[in-house]
């Protein structure tokens, strides 16, 4: 062999070890890139959408939707770990639709924002979802439970709510319980709605029912209560519950915040004491200006701070909706607004929006990176 056919042969050993390291993704991220193409450690586009993130032992557990090129459950919920934040392996399905078509989570249902959270008492992980029955569009409105001994599952579904059924919320006039303040349930989109939403129209409505649950998030206080936030009320007014010790059920106690405020995309965290969510306007997969809140305990009163986001496209939240604020492991107040960039044409080329909190007069604000890494935390 001559000098040069042995140089070309080496030269060919070098490109294709760079092309089988691109095939196999060896290329480790050092830093998030919002609203680009994110891939596990197999070179797939992380699936993940609506998604929560639970941590434990070194070890970060990101929970979201499997979608494909529509928006209902044909898979399940995923779960990818991670250490580092930026780079992620798929441990698979955390929670599986079923094929019995008789079962609340068949194949079809819509499975959406799924959050897990443990339960010291029970030892048990914990994992609630959106919930809607096959074929019944938005109108089930529930909100659906799964436990398991792990955190990547298998979850075993246990049931569904329609919360708060037969109570009636802590911040509620004594009268709206029984003198109706006009408006008509079934014809309630009129311009005399409000009044009578505020006072309770479809509470009263769902009362023996339960109370309608659509976008929602769950968060455990750092006494050990548990409380779920949701969209109820035709998704007109956020109810915060607490859930009972084993954090599988609503104790009862629970409250409205917003009446007629159609807040959705519930994200919660705590910061010094005070407890800060952002949520979202409702436009469905389009996005909107989100909005901000803070208060002095999980159950309120929450007083509204404005939209969050600062900069070009704050109006719409960088093209994206909340679905979790995520506490960066040991860091002071680190903390992760995450979002979703919809792409209802293809759901599986959903974009994820991860930004740094930032504080402007004791707000919490965000704007806008094309890249950032987590030493953005130790030199703000
Ligand atoms: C959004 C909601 C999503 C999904 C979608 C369906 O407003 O945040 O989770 O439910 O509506 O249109």
Same mark, same amino acid.
């Given at each position: ?85 930026? #780079?992620? /392996?798929? $441990?698979?399905?955390?929670?599986? =639709?079923?094929? &019995? %078509?008789?079962?609340?989570? !068949? ?63 802590? #911040?509620? /006039?004594? $009268?709206?319980?029984?003198?109706? =303040?006009?408006? &008509? %349930?079934?014809?309630?989109? !009129? ?82 004491? !005070? ?106």
């Amino acid at each position: 062999m001559n000098k040069f056919k042995s140089l070309k042969i080496i030269i060919l050993i070098i490109f294709s070890s760079g092309n089988i390291n691109c095939q196999n993704n060896t290329e480790k991220y050092s830093a998030f890139h919002p609203g680009k193409i994110w891939k596990d450690s197999n070179g797939t586009h992380i699936n993940a959408h609506g998604g929560g993130i639970y941590y434990e032992n070194g070890t970060y557990y990101w929970y979201g939707e499997h979608k494909g090129d529509d928006s209902k459950a044909r898979v399940g919920i995923n779960v990818y770990s991670s250490q580092d934040l930026y #780079n992620w /392996k798929k $441990e698979g399905v955390a929670l599986a =639709v079923e094929k &019995d %078509p008789n079962s609340e989570i !068949t194949a079809g249902s819509v499975m959406e924002r799924p959050k897990v959270i443990y339960n010291e008492k029970t030892g048990k992980y914990v994992l609630w979802f959106h919930l809607e029955l096959k074929e019944q569009g938005y109108s089930a409105a529930r909100t659906g439970v799964a436990v398991s001994d792990n955190p990547i599952g298998p979850f075993n579904y246990i049931r569904s709510y329609r919360p708060n059924a037969g109570k009636w919320p802590q #911040n509620f /006039k004594e $009268e709206w319980k029984t003198n109706p =303040v006009g408006g &008509d %349930p079934e014809k309630w989109w !009129t311009p005399q709605w409000h009044k009578a939403l505020n006072a309770g129209m479809f509470v009263r409505r769902d009362f023996e029912e339960g109370q309608m649950s659509r976008d929602m998030t769950v968060y455990v206080d750092k006494d050990g209560t548990a409380y779920h936030i949701t969209s109820s009320e035709e998704n007109q007014t956020l109810h915060i519950s607490e859930l009972t010790d084993d954090f599988l059920n609503f104790t009862g106690n629970w409250v409205r915040v917003q009446p007629g405020g159609q807040n959705e995309a519930p994200a919660i965290f705590e910061k010094d004491g !005070t407890y800060y969510m952002i949520t979202s306007g409702l436009t469905g997969w389009d996005p909107n200006p989100a909005r901000s809140f803070k208060a002095k305990s999980v159950m309120g009163p929450w007083e509204p701070l404005g939209n969050p986001a600062r900069g070009i496209d704050a109006d719409k939240t960088f093209y994206s909706q909340s679905t979790f604020i995520l506490p960066v492991q040991g860091k002071e107040n680190a903390h992760i607004f995450m979002a979703d960039r919809w792409n209802p044409k293809n759901h599986i080329d959903g974009r994820y929006i991860w930004l740094p909190i930032e504080w402007e007069n004791g707000k919490p604000i965000i704007k806008w990176k094309d890249e950032w890494g987590l030493s953005f935390f130790d030199e703000n």
